[in-house]
């Protein structure tokens, strides 16, 4: 894959910003703070940002567009700086190859939303817009954690029966949660969480699922971390959703045995065991 | 994969039935009326069905329990026989081999419900009752429509993202169609429809999926179905479908495409085209 030619790449900050109709946050979650500390007073507070990343703070259990808003420090009398995200099921290598795709944007500015939708949209681009940036947000980080299940389920051969009830009984978790955050659980029933969360799931590059599928042949967390270039979010992520669903009061028990798997030392079967073996119930997804 | 011991099979309906506390109902749909009213006045009022069959009889635009029930002409003043469905994501090859599984059990009477999920609990299946039997039952036979299209896809190799896209938008679809049917949105975003629609969307082994790959790959409907064995619920399902979206006023524009594929020579591609270049919109989900 070879970058356009009015693409031009740089590690200066300055020069990235100078400028600048719209920028495009790419940044792994926990360094995110940093960088747009160092952005602060150069940026126009006219200028949007768009974020793609998806994860969530550890230690501050805050969403990239709040980190961004924090670092910046804009001026809280000043009109607001139109910050949004865009998300979705779209996996880099194959929008690179033009293959078709659909994202979501959200942001609290319907105007910025629309004007973002008409960037983005090409013929083989469809961008549709959603007001509840909290819940695409979260959605787009939290799948993370539902990644790693799943790949645990590829590592152990389970079978495509067992990844489907992840993947629904997954969302029914994220919806919990998102809900009582504050989101929409229409959000979570749309591209930015099912969507997104069946390419998660069942793309082999997805770098969580990965992460999932080494565990489930056995290898532990700290090995496969030493063994990998990428940053994988959801492994910083399962921690802050436990500490998440322990403050809103919420049932999370496939989140919970992926944080025990990667943390506490507890073996993929037995989880899967304990989670197949629980109180047989009435369906609840949300 | 061999038959248990105690399982024994027979072509004699009499025989199958005589003596049954349960009968589970596994007949391709449209042949399901024909079958069940040979059973008439051959089984007690008191003996429950269970039907897991997927899919719609194309001239009446019934369910199968609702064929089920009009065949065997129960007297309508005693107390109802029980019936009720199974679904989610289960193939069958995989729940043969006891890979862990989910299913829903639905039906209008909560003691059978709770019955049959007991009945079919055990280490490797999950059961969860639902008191929507409409939208179990709708969920499973629409999603055949979308796990065409799913296929179609996978012989045009547009990659997980557009697959993804399929599952969630096409999702919003079955969700539209069942709501205004009287069934409850949560059953679709539960295993009875994003679960068997992952399943059937992404598993190779899929039926309706294989014949979309077919169709994809430039194979002709006709020409396909003469060289399966098999009963591709999907393709009648569609026609009901497309009578079902006038009747009920529904905009299904993905399953309107299958059908255009499947029985009005639309080529793939500028179906795909069509789909990618439709107004760009606002998510909504149900």
């Given at each position: 894959?070879?970058?356009?030619?009015?693409?031009?790449v740089?590690?200066?900050?300055?020069?990235?910003?100078?400028?600048?109709?719209l920028?495009?946050?790419?940044?792994?979650v926990?360094?995110?703070?940093d960088?747009w500390k160092?952005?602060?007073?150069?940026?126009p507070?006219?200028?949007?940002?768009?974020s793609?990343?998806?994860g969530?703070?550890?230690?501050?259990?805050l969403r990239?567009?709040?980190?961004?808003?924090?670092a910046?420090?804009?001026d809280?009398?000043a009109?607001?700086?139109?910050?949004?995200?865009?998300?979705?099921?779209t996996?880099?290598?194959e929008?690179?190859r033009?293959?078709?795709?659909?994202?979501?944007?959200?942001?609290?500015f319907?105007e910025?939303?629309?004007?973002?939708?008409?960037?983005?949209?090409?013929?083989?681009?469809?961008?549709?817009?959603n007001e509840?940036?909290?819940?695409?947000?979260?959605?787009?980080?939290?799948?993370?954690?539902?990644?790693?299940?799943?790949g645990?389920?590829?590592?152990?051969?389970?079978?495509?029966n067992?990844?489907?009830?992840?993947?629904?009984?997954?969302?029914?978790?994220?919806?919990?949660?998102?809900?009582?955050?504050?989101?929409?659980?229409?959000?979570?029933?749309?591209?930015?969480?099912?969507?997104?969360?069946?390419?998660t799931?069942?793309?082999?590059?997805?770098?969580?699922?990965?992460?999932?599928?080494?565990?489930?042949?056995?290898?532990?967390?700290?090995?496969?971390?030493?063994?990998?270039p990428?940053?994988?979010?959801g492994?910083?992520?399962?921690?802050?959703?436990?500490?998440?669903g322990?403050k809103?009061?919420?049932?999370?028990?496939?989140?919970?045995?992926?944080?025990?798997?990667?943390?506490?030392?507890?073996?993929?079967?037995?989880?899967?065991?304990?989670?197949?073996?629980?109180?047989?119930?009435?369906?609840?997804?949300?």
């Amino acid at each position: 894959l070879t970058l356009p030619d009015a693409v031009r790449v740089t590690n200066d900050l300055r020069k990235a910003l100078d400028g600048a109709d719209l920028v495009v946050s790419a940044i792994p979650v926990q360094f995110t703070r940093d960088v747009w500390k160092k952005a602060r007073g150069k940026l126009p507070a006219a200028t949007g940002i768009i974020s793609v990343s998806k994860g969530i703070e550890t230690e501050t259990m805050l969403r990239p567009t709040q980190l961004i808003a924090e670092a910046l420090g804009d001026d809280p009398d000043a009109r607001p700086r139109p910050i949004g995200v865009l998300s979705g099921p779209t996996i880099a290598s194959e929008l690179a190859r033009g293959l078709p795709a659909t994202m979501i944007v959200a942001s609290d500015f319907p105007e910025f939303s629309a004007r973002v939708q008409a960037l983005f949209a090409c013929s083989y681009l469809r961008v549709y817009t959603n007001e509840d940036g909290v819940g695409v947000e979260l959605a787009g980080a939290l799948k993370n954690v539902i990644a790693i299940a799943a790949g645990i389920l590829d590592g152990l051969h389970a079978g495509f029966n067992a990844k489907s009830a992840l993947l629904a009984r997954g969302l029914a978790e994220l919806t919990r949660l998102g809900t009582a955050m504050g989101a929409s659980s229409e959000t979570f029933f749309g591209l930015a969480g099912v969507g997104d969360l069946a390419t998660t799931c069942f793309s082999p590059e997805g770098r969580n699922r990965s992460l999932g599928e080494a565990l489930g042949r056995g290898q532990k967390l700290k090995e496969y971390l030493k063994s990998t270039p990428f940053v994988v979010e959801g492994v910083e992520t399962s921690r802050a959703v436990i500490a998440l669903g322990r403050k809103f009061r919420v049932e999370m028990p496939i989140m919970e045995t992926v944080h025990a798997v990667l943390f506490e030392g507890l073996d993929p079967i037995d989880g899967i065991g304990r989670l197949m073996s629980r109180e047989q119930k009435a369906e609840r997804v949300g």
